[in-house]
């Protein structure tokens, strides 16, 4: 039941070494986590979340198959050092993007560079990991998909919560007292049928007629 559950959740992973991108997504899949997108630069991976480098309010068409992109991103895990944009630019454009903030990022990095880790984990980062990523380190992501995965369930029920109630209710409500009443009426019916002495006639002239 746990495997069927952590398999609707969706991971992208960023990073622009090749052998650590498929190593990422190895682990990820060995922890039953099938949905992984991993992509090499966090340009792609902003243009997978549908924003564009320079502007966050613009959306720009992904580079990567449009079915997967429309699969909503449960959690994002990021190299630090990359070409272009480093994981803790690409952490800044996604906390300050209104549809993507609530989203929990996680940083990689084969430096431990204290300084590092709390600027990222101050700007919004769930977890900051060395390198080279274990599966124990990929377990610990669970809590952070759960969050993830609890916020979009918060907005499903707002959302639900704004609609209008279906008008069907009252209506079931008011016809099922109307019906109660039918029953005994038709017994009663019954009952002065049977007592009436029109049908009890035939009975007696028979015995007499004996």
């Known amino acids: 039941m746990g495997m069927a559950a952590e398999a609707q959740f969706h991971v992208l ?3 622009d070494s090749l052998i650590d991108r498929k190593l ?3 682990l990820l899949k060995n922890s039953s986590y099938q949905a992984v997108t991993a992509v090499d630069s966090g340009s792609k991976a902003l243009e997978f979340l549908g924003l564009r480098e320079d ?8 580079s990567v198959p449009s079915n997967h992109h429309e699969m ?3 959690l994002i895990i990021t190299d630090y050092c990359m070409p272009g944009m480093t994981g803790y630019d690409l952490l ?12 929990p990022v996680v ?6 560079v204290p300084s590092r880790i709390n600027r990222c984990l101050e700007e919004g980062a769930e977890e900051f990991l060395l390198k080279p990523v274990q599966l124990s380190d990929v377990n610990r992501l669970r809590p952070h998909l759960l969050k993830g995965k609890l916020r979009e369930q918060k907005l499903q029920q707002q959302q639900q919560q704004l609609s209008p109630p279906p008008p069907q209710l009252p209506q079931q409500q008011q016809l099922q ?4 009443p039918q029953q005994p009426n038709n017994k009663r019916k019954s009952i002065e049928e049977g007592l009436s002495p029109e049908r009890t006639r035939p009975r007696y002239s028979g015995l007499a007629v004996v």
């Open 92 to 103: 800044k454009k996604i906390k300050e993007s209104s549809s993507l903030k609530d989203i």
């Open 107 to 112: 940083i990689m990095s084969s430096e431990n």
């Open 55 to 62: 502007d966050q309010t613009n959306p720009s068409p992904p």
């Open 13 to 15: 992973a960023v990073d």
């Open 24 to 26: 990422i997504e190895r």
């Open 72 to 74: 909503q991103v449960n």
């Open 177 to 180: 007292p109307l019906q109660q």
